[in-house]
């Protein structure tokens, strides 16, 4: 549904200083700030599976689509191997077995436990990285789902539980955790090359992904300050981070020398790549949660108000806002022309880019709240019931395939 700019959004333009707002690093406590504040407590427990109750964390991993493969995890966090066509599960045949096996990893008798798996796994040079809620980072064989590295590599040590994914440059691997801390790995060995803080780690941890941008990576926290970090030395590249006053849970989108970024504060900030200086800010009803899409010279921005806004990504101004059935935590995708967007109310909504015009939408009646993955022009989908969809041409179903 196709709303009036005027009802939910507006902007502002950047301060007379020209710089970024700045606030101490714990926050200024306003009622937003408690607001904001209030409702990550709530997002934490669902990040923990209700850990009040005792159950397992449950991930909502996208799925990843390699060389004919779907990738895709269960909500525990044991990632198998479909394929793409037809959502059968691959078998695989491990030294000492008589019959080959699904593959799977962890396997079903292995003594690892993943403990949930929110960020994307990554396809590279024959190895499947992905970063657990266990505090490990894996490389796995892409054919055998045998371990080639752990981080860190002694089997009972863990650092913070792993929220985001993992990014690679060149060699080096970048992931951050909820120990508050970016860590740069060797990509080949998972050997450590630097952190980021050096000491002192970000006082409430790190949810988001990462992102490269050329030699930088630009990496934000939950006390709502957004890093530049100098991928060889690990060094602050910005003069001071940028703050803003919520916390920051979403990966940023780097693209033409602006960084925009959306925050817990309800706003999107889109600031100077170089030094961080504040550009423009957008305003919603409720959270900026996930990663915007660039496309042309729109920026497309999902929020938990249930809008998709369209924006001017010079300006900001708003275009024109998509109405949802439910709050939107998966990023926007662009496939054959068409805008992608799915609602935690289990809605996959075909969209017409320029306009917002609904052209078809799938309902998977379930909640859909990490990214929607496409290969070929054709959509995957992980659902929170443990399903992964495939959709073809307008939002038909292919095919739907349990993992658990």
Same mark, same amino acid.
């Given at each position: 549904m196709i709303q009036s700019p005027r009802r939910t959004f507006h902007v502002q333009q950047k301060h007379a200083c020209g710089g970024p707002p700045r606030c101490s690093p714990g926050l200024s406590e306003d009622r937003s700030t408690r607001?904001?504040?209030?409702?990550?407590?709530?997002?934490?427990?669902?990040? !923990?599976?209700? &850990?009040?109750?005792?159950?397992?964390?449950?991930?909502? &991993?996208?799925?990843?689509?390699?060389?004919? !493969?779907? =990738? &895709?995890a269960s909500l525990q966090g044991r990632l198998y191997a479909l394929d793409a066509k037809d959502g059968s599960f691959r078998q695989v045949q491990a030294e000492g077995q008589a019959e080959p096996q699904p593959w799977s990893f962890p396997a079903a008798k292995s003594t690892i436990k993943v403990a949930g798996l929110y960020g994307t796994p990554l396809l590279a040079d024959g190895l499947i990285y992905l970063a657990g809620y266990n505090g490990k980072v894996y490389a796995i064989d892409q054919a055998t789902a045998a371990v080639q590295w752990a981080f860190p590599a002694p089997e009972n040590e863990r650092v913070g539980s792993f929220v985001g994914g993992v990014v690679l440059h060149d060699e080096t691997m970048l992931v951050a955790s909820s120990d508050g801390f970016l860590y740069a790995l060797s990509a080949g060995s998972g050997q450590q090359r630097w952190r980021y803080p050096k000491t002192r780690p970000l006082s409430r941890g790190i949810w988001a992904t990462p992102v490269v941008a050329g030699d930088m990576a630009y990496v934000a926290a939950l006390d709502g300050s957004l890093h530049a970090v100098d991928i060889s030395s690990g060094e602050a590249r910005w003069p001071e981070p940028f703050v803003a006053k919520g916390a920051i849970a979403g990966t940023p989108l780097v693209a033409q020398g602006t960084v925009y970024v959306g925050s817990f504060d309800r706003h999107l900030y889109a600031l100077n790549a170089?030094?961080?200086?504040?550009?423009?800010?957008?305003?919603?009803?409720?959270? =900026?949660?996930?990663?915007?899409?660039? =496309?042309?010279?729109?920026?497309? *921005?999902?929020?938990?108000?249930?809008?998709? =806004?369209?924006?001017? $990504?010079?300006?900001?101004?708003?275009?024109?806002?998509?109405? &949802?059935?439910?709050?939107?935590?998966?990023?926007?995708?662009? !496939?054959?022309?068409?805008?992608? !967007? *799915?609602?935690? $109310?289990?809605?996959?909504?075909?969209?017409?880019?320029?306009?917002?015009?609904?052209?078809?939408?799938?309902?998977?009646?379930?909640?859909?709240?990490?990214?929607?993955?496409?290969?070929?022009?054709?959509l995957f989908v992980a659902t929170h019931n443990g399903l992964v969809h495939a959709l073809g041409a307008d939002n038909q179903p292919l095919w739907s395939q349990k993992v658990q």
């Open positions: 607001w904001s504040w209030g409702l990550l407590v709530g997002a934490l427990l669902l990040l !923990v599976g209700a &850990a009040c109750s005792g159950q397992q964390p449950q991930g909502w &991993a996208a799925p990843v689509v390699g060389d004919g !493969v779907v =990738y &895709a170089a030094d961080g200086a504040l550009r423009w800010s957008a305003e919603a009803a409720n959270w =900026y949660w996930t990663q915007p899409l660039l =496309y042309s010279d729109t920026l497309y *921005a999902p929020s938990l108000d249930r809008h998709l =806004y369209a924006l001017d $990504a010079d300006t900001g101004e708003q275009r024109w806002s998509f109405l &949802a059935d439910g709050p939107i935590s998966s990023s926007p995708l662009v !496939v054959d022309g068409s805008l992608i !967007v *799915a609602s935690q $109310a289990g809605s996959v909504y075909t969209l017409d880019p320029i306009t917002g015009n609904q052209r078809s939408k799938f309902e998977a009646r379930a909640p859909i709240y990490g990214p929607v993955t496409a290969d070929r022009g054709v």
